[in-house]
Structure formats: C-alpha cells, structure tokens
C-alpha cells in the first residue's frame, strides 16, 4: 500500500502499533483509537511523533484536548463508498483548527483524491499502486471549485464577486 | 435563464474529460464494474435492463431553446429519437452505449449541460416550481437559491458519498407546486410577521418503502444562512445517517429514529460553529446569482386582447385549450402554456427528438427562448403574450402537444417501470397507457376534473404513487405483477400520503379499478364542482373500497 505525500510516494515513518503491542522507542508510531483514550497521559509524554488511527463512527469532538500533541490522525475509509471520514476532516481542519498530518486509510482510490485534498487530507495510504502513480494528475483534474472548504481554494462565486468589484468580468 | 460563465463552463469541461477517462479504464479492464458504478453513477449513467441509461439535469427544470434542440440531437445521435422527461425534472435516454457515453456527454457540454449529480449518493438536481418567475402567487423567484444550492453542492467534497441519494426542493409561492414535503430537504420562502422574508427548513420527506412527509425543523431561517444551515444538516446526515442497511439509509429514518427535535439541535450545534464563516451569504453575493439570470425584455400589453376572445368563441377545441392548459402569468397580456406529453395511449413524459425540435422553435417565436419542465413531466412555455397563443395552439397541435387534459386523470405521472428498468417489479408505462385509451373521451374526464394518477413500478416510488389522487403501485406477487391501490394523496401545500384500499389487484384490471373509482366518485361527490380529493376526505376511503372489491 503506497503511502503519497506533497504529491510523491514516500516512505512511511510511522510504524502502526496493533492494540496490547509494546510502545517502541522514539520511533514515530499510529495508535489505535482505543489504546489511545485508555493511555493518553502517557503516550503524549513520550519521546516521538504520536498519531491515532480515529474510526469514521465516533466523534472528533473526544479528540480536541489532544489534538495539540498529535502529529498525525489517520481517518478510515472501509469502503470507498463510506464518506464519513470527510466530515470528519474538515471539522478537524476547519472546526478544530488540527494543523498536523490528516492521513486517509482504507479504501482510498484515484478517483477519490481531488475530493480527499479538498476536505484537507495531506497523507494518502492508497490502495492500488496504479492509482498512486497517477495522484498529481488526478488532483490537479478540476481547476475550479464551487464551494469553500480545508484547502483554502478561494470559490467560485467569492472569485465572481471580488472581480465584480473589480470591474472585470469573469 | 442562468448564463453559464467561464466558471461553470471549466467545470463542466473538465467534467466530461475525467468521465471519458473513467469510461476508457472500464473498458480497458482497469477498473472492475464495482469501482466504476459509482463513478458513473455520479455522472448520471445507470445500468438498466437492455442498455446504459443516462441522465441527464435540468436545473430546477429551466431550459433554453438551445439546449432542448442539443437534447433532441442527442436523443437522433446517441438514442432511438425520444428522451423521457422525469419527476426530478431531468431527461433521460434509454438506449445509450458506454463507448458513446463521453461524445454524448461533450454534446451536451456544448451547452452547459450534464449528468453530474443526477444518481448517486450525492446532493440530487435541485428542483423547484416550474412557474418559477412568472407565477403571480411567488415572492421572488425561487431560482436564485436553487442556483446557489445547485453550486455549492456541485461536486462537494464533503458530501459526495453520503449514506444515500439526498433530494432538495425550494419554493417560493403559496400554492406549492413543487412537493417540497416529499424531499430529503425543502426550503419554502414565506414572508413573516415583521415582514421579512426566509425559509421554513423542512427535513426528512420522501416516497419509496417508507413513506414520511418532512418535518420543519426551523420555521424562519434567515436568506443569509441558507448555505450554512444546509451545510450542517448535510453533516450531521452524512456522520449519522444508516449505512447497515440500503433501505433505511435516507435522512428520513434519521429524522424518524432520532426524532425532529433531536435532528434539529444536532444540526444547530454544528450549524453554530460555521454559521459565521466563509458561507455566510452577504447581498453582494446573492446579488451575483440573481444578475447572472436574464429575464425576458417584457412589453407593455393588456390582458384578454379582443382577438383571444373571438378566437375562443369560434373554436371549441382552442376554447378547451384555453382553459386546461393555459395559465395566468404575474403580467398582464402573457401567458404561461402547459403542452402535455400524455397523449392518448403515449408514454408518460416522453417526447421525440420532432417534438423537442418544434418546441424550441415555438420557444424562440413565442417564449424568449424559454422553455420549463414540471415534475409532472409536462413542458412548459412560461412566456407566452395572449395575442400568440391561436397561432401556438395549432402548432402545438400539429405536433401532438396541444392534448388539453392537463391535471386530469389522464395527466399520469409514471416512471419507466419494468419496460426498461432493473430494479422495477411491475410495467407503469402500459397501464398508463391503457388508462388514457380508458378515458379518451374528454368531455368524461372534464367532468372528473382534477384528478392526479401516479403509477410506480416497484416500492422505490419514482412515479410518486403515495402522493397521487390514485396512486398505483407494481408489486410482484410469485412471479406475476399485481398493483397496490391508494387514494387521497397529494404533494401539494397540503401534502398527505394516500391510503391503501384493498388487497393488489392483477395487471389485466387495473384499468377497471381505476374506471371504478371514478365512477364511485361521480356517484359520491356532492355537487358537480366538489374535486376527487375533497370527495375522498370527506368520505374516507370506505365507499371506494367497497365499490371497487363488490364485483371482485
């Protein structure tokens, strides 16, 4: 499973620690949701980069106390088809201000990436290499956004104002 | 009209090259037909029972002359020649070829037209009145706020692939001609008390298995937080709603199993949070969308000119015309004229690519170019001046849309049904038609009046069944089609599902249920002038019932 970011594949630095595993050293690491709750105190005192895995079914409310120690949370898609984890995205990004790594696990696919990028996911742990290759090239596929979301990209219709004050016509 | 800027086009173009993409790695192999079903379904392209299908929108069901004639090259080019006008006020084509899907796709661009969003999980095409501007009982043109919706929902990156389809109507009239109790979300603009106007934001209607009218969950929401409220609920749907299970994944057993007072502070914590943000709508911008629509350059002309009045008198037929299926327009000397896609023995909401061709050349002469289609799968020309309308009606005529049985029994909504799709249990289209052949004589069904016949081929309720003044709903009983029949529904601002009369009667006597039940009403109704549905509420069910099972 290729993991892409800043548009290249990469290798992974996080090591995935399974729910009773010990904790390595320094090395950064991806919890479990629940071993993170149950040790929180203790694993944001140790030494190296801390991410959560948070399933797509439970609140990201319960993790705004931590976000501030957490470098990484990774969101699961069990079927593409499931979207739960963008909501989930954007009010970590948007409502809680989570300026870590946002990383989509599961079933992510090509044609999901330009809406993954949109919803302020930065890591993609893609599942076909296939679709890995191509990341850029799909994300750059629409140049033009309606609406206002984690990206940042300025909407059409603020686009549409702001040149109407301007004088120009778009 | 909408114009389409540099915005819309890219968008749209970019469109069409990712589906051509998607289309070559299908039949390439690349990808496996579960991985393309939802890419192609969020272009509006279904696999139905013989062929691909597509679909393909008509925002809040407003059309140019322009765009009808691309519709009807498309229906020559890519199709055997007719399109099927829907509920959701789109088209669809029947008999397209996935390796012909991109070309007719980019046709239609041409336009500023496409399928994006018409199927899918995903925000639907947004509908709305289709008197929407000309109608003398609105406030202001509800367009302005479908269109605002329509782009922000537009390729959504939150709320692509959502737990199920979601459906938005807005209305802006007394008279709600647009269902809005039936949809997932409608927005109905009203003026209050202190003489402001906003919406009352009703959640969680829809047909299908389980039928609910929606549920207001806030009764005035200001014009500026439109996009922001519908955001949060939209949210909260998306985390909340069911995905165990197919058939209640709709944000109606949501709303149902948490209850509209819980949905509701569900949707306004989260609607507080953001209300204030980047969608806050200021004047400038609703300003954008409204300057964006080009409304007719209107002359000054009197109501009823003589020669309208002279015309009526000479002729009967035009007289009839008249008054079934012309409307009265918020301006004095036009007009709004239904033409009727139900002819005798026709399918429900079909037209061919002739018909298509000549309504748009009547638009362009008659109409400014405009033409509308109402969920009732009627075309509408909503500006007509009355010294035209002699002239339009023989047109009309001379291309068999000039049937003047709007709103009467033989105005039958249906869907496709088991002749070409795969999810349908029953036929709709042959008992509608078998129907109109039942009622030919339009003197009978003028004196039935108003009387709505929705037909459904199977539970999914496409054909609106549960809101019809008869509702017809195909079932499958042990391999033979069997059809359900309710009375006293309606979708209008009194909105109610309709109830269930009897055990399912078999295909062959449909027909005679339905000549039953109107010969039942004539019976009942206690002046000539009192409707179906009043007799219907006013008796109950009982009567219709026992008329319709004595001989069975």
Redesign the interface.
Known sequence: MPLVESGRIVEDRYRRVVDDAPIPERVPIIVPASRFLADADELIRRDGSLGVLWPNDRRVAELAPWLGHLALIALDFPK?????A???A??LR??YGFAGTLRATGDV?R??F??????GFDSFAVKKP?DAAVFAESVA?????????ADGRVP??????RA??SGK?? | MYLYDAFDRTLVAERVAEFRDQVARRLSGELTEEEFKPLRLMNGVYLQLHAYMLRTAIPYGTLSSAQLRMLAAVARKYDRGYGHFTTRQNIQYHWIKLAELPDAMADLASVGMHGMQTSGNCVRNITTDQWAGVAPDEIEDPRIFAELIRQHVTLHPEFSFMPRKFKIAVGTATNDRAALRIHDLALRLYRNGAGETGFEVMVGGGLGRTPFLAKTIKPFLQKRDVLSYVEAILRTYNQFGRRDNIYKARVKILVHELGPEAFAKEVDAEWRSIKDGNLALDAAAVAEIAGRFRYPDYEKLDDNPRELAAARRADRGFDAWMGNCVANHKLPGYAIVTASLKPEGGTPGDATATQMDAIADLADRTSFGEIRVGHEQNLVLPHVAQRDLVALWRELDAVGIAVPNVNLVSDIISCPGLDYCSLANARSIPIAQEITRRFHNLDLQRDLGRLHVNISGCINACGHHHVGHIGILGVDKNGEEFYQITLGGKADQNATLGTLIGPAVPYAEVADVVEDIAAAYLELRQRPDELFIDTVKRTGVEPFRERVYAAR
């Open positions: 593409f088809r499931d979207g739960r963008y909501s989930q954007r009010q948007e409502t696919l044609d999901q330009h809406f993954l990028v949109r919803a296939a596929r629409y140049s033009v956004s309606y609406q206002p979301s059409a219709l603020r686009r549409r104002v109407a004050e016509t778009v």
